[in-house]
């Protein structure tokens, strides 16, 4: 096996590739716009300048699409210091990357508002004289307390919002107050400072820039956007926020349980009352060729300037249809190209070969999965759609992506054989492109069909119903509960039933899954409004109570957060049990209780010879590793009560039930859906692996040992 680190990179003197490199930097003015887009800022500016405050606009588009470009334009035109008093707006800049870094919810509200006091604090902090000097304590204070409130609206302890305080210059005790009381001073405060001339504030208002609120969990996205709007919805104050409403509508759900109540829209009318002008970023507008036809020459990408003029609408063709104008992902591809240009650059000339380089380079940032099991094939084959129908489901979106990758996949075709007419061959150029990465191929082909696992999850039902017996939820009400692995929601659901004064999170590493999980949380919510006669009555107070989003349980970050951690049939997945243990560990709070359910020594022995039979009789024992290992952890009851006891664990108790599966087709279709997976390697393509559950199905029907071994764990944190 080849690695990267193994193959020198030819480079050509004097020719370093990191000069043609794309910067990710945003642009901040119209002479750095390279897309063409300065008139659609032009219009936003007029209608910002135009309109009466308060006002709210939403620079809306996805991750990637030039949302930060567009406001620093904005804030050129309209904040720039060379503008006079009468016709500048003073610029705020509220930057949530930080936020998004940050795991704790309170942690995060602080940084913002320390942040936006900070810097209203120092627009205002411009004396110069005794009087003056005054006024700016006075106005501190005043921001001092509204910040004050808006913390503790975000549920920040007051102990430790008297410390922020300190840190930024404001001593003394936090000052409460009524929300309509402190909003009207504020107003008060920037409308004198405002049409006060000549005090070095600006006479039009400010404009707060709240940047990247897609990057945060939707939850608190929605939170601080209530905040916000409730504490400084007043006059002579724009705010211009790059957020998306899918995020919003993400948030919605995860606040009430659904994103429509009673039939209304929540999410929309939520949306609406925030913003006054929702902008949609025009990407599709955005005139990309110039930008990536200069970056490709400067590459040398082909070796003749007229090519790239002949080949114009190939090149458009794959860019459109691996970034659909993304900026960053242009830049993101170009990047990785200009390198693999260098390491090919002793390779062929021929336009069909380099072109071929472009488009796997976009296809492995692009649909990495697809890439995979081209660089299997490599070979076109006659009809696509087997394969393409095991990658998308029928879902518009997968729909869209489906005929995206069916276009690539002709692009290939017809290069591949442009090439093979001159005798090159294309092979070399996967191993080139693979030394990128980018993707973990240990985890990436492993897709939950959510609704499949719905159908077939029984057994691991009836095992999480056992933990949850066992479990003691009476005093966690008020608590908070995360749930690691919840699948399809039906046994978190089960668990939240048995306290629902618990603030439970579920987490999955499948998006399928969690679709399905707010699927199951919406119709039980529904049944219980039936149950309690609480139909068009609003939101009942149950909704929001569990919040499901994926999430892998090995990043998990959060320290001293949760009274207990939760998790049926989930922990044995881990491919680092101890490291996945010592995050829980952590994550619980002092006294904080572990329950879990999870495989032990020897578990599903029969049905792992089956799967190993069906390789064998099939003949894709090459399609392992010499050392592949079936991934996942099944201790024996000793040995997992030792990992516990190393971590830190106290109070460690672990039922070991052993037993016979009366229900051998049951098991079969289970272990098919939620573990067979596990056994399809990159090496393998989706007939295959078809064949091979084909196969393992036989086997299990002819003869099956039903041996099953199961661990059910509780553990606590010492206090």
């Known amino acids: 096996m080849m690695h990267g680190s193994s193959l020198p990179l030819p480079v050509e003197p004097n020719k370093p590739s990191a000069k043609y490199l794309a910067s990710d930097i945003p642009i901040t003015s119209s002479v750095d716009d390279k897309?063409?887009?300065?008139?659609?800022?032009?219009?936003?500016?007029?209608?910002?300048?135009?309109?009466?405050?308060?006002?709210?606009?939403?620079?809306?588009?996805?991750?990637?699409?030039?949302?930060?470009?567009?406001?620093?334009?904005?804030?050129?035109?309209?904040?720039?210091?060379?503008?006079?008093?009468?016709?500048?707006?003073?610029?705020?800049?509220?930057?949530?990357?930080?936020?998004?870094?940050?795991?704790?919810?309170?942690d995060a509200a602080k940084k913002l508002f320390i942040s936006l006091v900070s810097q209203l604090s120092d627009h205002f902090d411009k004396p110069s004289n005794e009087q003056s000097n005054q006024r700016a304590e006075g106005i501190k204070r005043s921001i001092k307390t509204i910040s004050t409130v808006a913390l503790n609206m975000l549920n920040v302890e007051t102990e430790s919002v008297d410390r922020l305080w300190n840190t930024v210059g404001l001593d003394g005790p936090a000052q409460s107050g009524r929300v309509s009381d402190?909003?009207?001073?504020?107003?008060?405060?920037?409308?004198?400072?405002?049409?006060?001339?000549?005090?070095?504030?600006?006479?039009?208002?400010?404009?707060?820039?709240?940047?990247?609120?897609?990057?945060?969990?939707?939850?608190?996205?929605?939170?601080?956007?209530?905040?916000?709007?409730?504490?400084?919805?007043?006059?002579?104050?724009?705010?211009?926020?790059?957020?998306?409403?899918?995020?919003?509508?993400?948030?919605?759900?995860?606040?009430?349980?659904?994103?429509?109540?009673n039939g209304r829209n929540v999410a929309q009318d939520f949306f609406d009352k925030i913003i006054q002008l929702p902008f949609n970023v025009p990407v599709s507008q955005y005139d990309v060729m110039p930008m990536i036809t200069e970056r490709l020459k400067a590459m040398r990408l082909l070796p003749d300037d007229w090519q790239y003029a002949s080949l114009s609408q190939q090149i458009e063709n794959i860019f459109l249809l691996t970034t659909n104008k993304n900026p960053r992902s242009i830049?993101?591809?170009?990047?990785?190209?200009?390198?693999?240009?260098?390491?090919?650059?002793?390779?062929?000339?021929?336009?069909?070969?380099?072109?071929?380089?472009?488009?796997?380079?976009?296809?492995?940032?692009?649909?990495?999965?697809?890439?995979?099991?081209?660089?299997?094939?490599?070979?076109?084959?006659?009809?696509?759609?087997?394969?393409?129908?095991?990658?998308?489901?029928?879902?518009?979106?997968?729909?869209?992506n489906r005929d995206r990758v069916r276009q690539l996949l002709a692009i290939y075709t017809d290069l591949y054989h442009e090439c093979s007419t001159q005798d090159i061959p294309v092979d070399p150029l996967f191993g080139t492109v693979n030394i990128m990465g980018g993707h973990d191929n240990a985890s990436s082909h492993v897709r939950y069909n959510g609704e499949k696992y719905d159908k077939t999850s029984q057994t691991q039902h009836k095992q999480g119903i056992k933990l949850i017996d066992d479990t003691d939820f009476s005093w966690l009400s008020g608590r908070r509960v995360l749930d690691v692995g919840c699948g399809n929601g039906r046994t978190t659901i089960e668990m939240w039933d048995e306290n629902r004064d618990m603030i439970v999170s579920a987490i999955d590493l499948s998006d399928g899954q969690i679709k399905k999980a707010f699927e199951n949380y919406d119709k039980h919510l529904t049944a219980l409004d039936a149950a309690r006669g609480t139909q068009g009555q609003g939101a009942p107070a149950y909704h929001g109570r569990i919040n499901f989003r994926v999430e892998d349980a090995e990043q998990l970050s959060k320290r001293e957060r949760y009274d207990m951690i939760f998790s049926n049939s989930a922990l044995?997945?881990?491919?680092?049990?101890?490291?996945?243990?010592?995050?829980?560990?952590?994550?619980?709070?002092?006294?904080?209780?572990?329950?879990?359910?999870?495989?032990?020594?020897?578990?599903?022995?029969?049905?792992?010879?089956n799967a190993r039979q069906a390789i064998a009789n099939l003949g894709f024992e090459d399609k392992y590793p010499d050392d592949w290992a079936f991934p996942a952890f099944y201790p024996s009851k000793d040995e997992m009560a030792n990992m516990l006891d190393s971590i830190?664990?106290?109070?460690?108790?672990?039922?070991?039930?052993?037993?016979?599966?009366?229900?051998?087709v049951v098991l079969t279709n289970a272990f098919a859906v939620a573990s067979l997976i596990f056994y399809r390697t990159e090496a393998m393509s989706a007939a295959e692996y078809d064949a091979l559950e084909r196969e393992f199905k036989r086997l299990c029907a002819e003869h099956l040992d039903t041996y099953t071994n199961r661990l059910y764990i509780h553990a606590h944190k010492p206090q």
């Open 35 to 106: 897309f063409g887009v300065g008139s659609y800022v032009d219009s936003l500016c007029n209608f910002i300048r135009n309109s009466s405050t308060p006002l709210t606009v939403a620079i809306q588009g996805e991750w990637g699409s030039g949302k930060t470009s567009f406001m620093r334009m904005i804030e050129s035109q309209l904040c720039d210091k060379r503008i006079p008093d009468d016709s500048r707006f003073d610029a705020i800049w509220l930057e949530t990357w930080n936020l998004f870094l940050e795991s704790d919810q309170e």
């Open 182 to 261: 402190v909003k009207k001073s504020l107003e008060q405060i920037i409308d004198t400072e405002v049409s006060t001339p000549n005090n070095g504030v600006t006479d039009k208002g400010f404009i707060i820039f709240v940047d990247d609120l897609d990057r945060l969990d939707p939850g608190m996205a929605v939170i601080l956007l209530e905040t916000m709007k409730n504490l400084f919805d007043i006059r002579n104050c724009v705010f211009v926020l790059a957020v998306d409403f899918d995020v919003v509508k993400l948030g919605i759900t995860q606040k009430y349980g659904r994103d429509r109540i």
């Open 331 to 400: 830049k993101n591809i170009l990047n990785s190209l200009q390198i693999m240009v260098e390491m090919e650059r002793r390779s062929s000339e021929v336009p069909a070969y380099r072109l071929m380089l472009l488009l796997l380079v976009a296809m492995h940032k692009a649909f990495p999965t697809t890439y995979s099991l081209l660089s299997q094939t490599v070979q076109p084959v006659d009809d696509w759609s087997p394969m393409l129908s095991t990658l998308f489901d029928d879902s518009p979106q997968g729909q869209r």
């Open 572 to 609: 044995h997945w881990s491919r680092r049990p101890k490291r996945t243990y010592t995050k829980l560990f952590r994550a619980l709070r002092p006294g904080g209780e572990l329950a879990v359910h999870q495989g032990g020594a020897d578990t599903y022995r029969g049905l792992h010879a």
């Open 648 to 664: 830190g664990f106290e109070r460690i108790d672990i039922e070991e039930v052993e037993s016979e599966d009366p229900n051998p």
